[in-house]
């Protein structure tokens, strides 16, 4: 998406991950589609929409051992 938005070229994407907050994951896509408007110049339109059934959580690992 990075690439695209500098670019200024329009692109898809998928295969991305929102975390919810109940820790479930909401799988995205998303658009990102550059325009020109007359009294500002330059803008960007991206457009995020879900692909799919939410994910369970999954475990949050602590970088530590416990002992």
């Known amino acids: 998406m990075r690439q695209a938005f500098l670019a200024g070229i329009p692109a898809p994407g998928g295969e991305e991950y929102f975390a919810r907050g109940d820790g479930s994951l909401l799988p995205v896509s998303w658009t990102i589609a550059?325009?020109?408007?007359?009294?500002?110049?330059?803008?960007?339109?991206?457009?995020?929409?879900?692909?799919?059934?939410?994910?369970?959580?999954?475990?949050?690992?602590?970088?530590?051992?416990?002992?």
């Open 34 to 67: 550059p325009y020109d408007t007359a009294d500002r110049g330059a803008d960007t339109l991206v457009i995020f929409y879900t692909s799919g059934r939410p994910r369970a959580p999954r475990p949050v690992r602590s970088g530590r051992r416990r002992r």
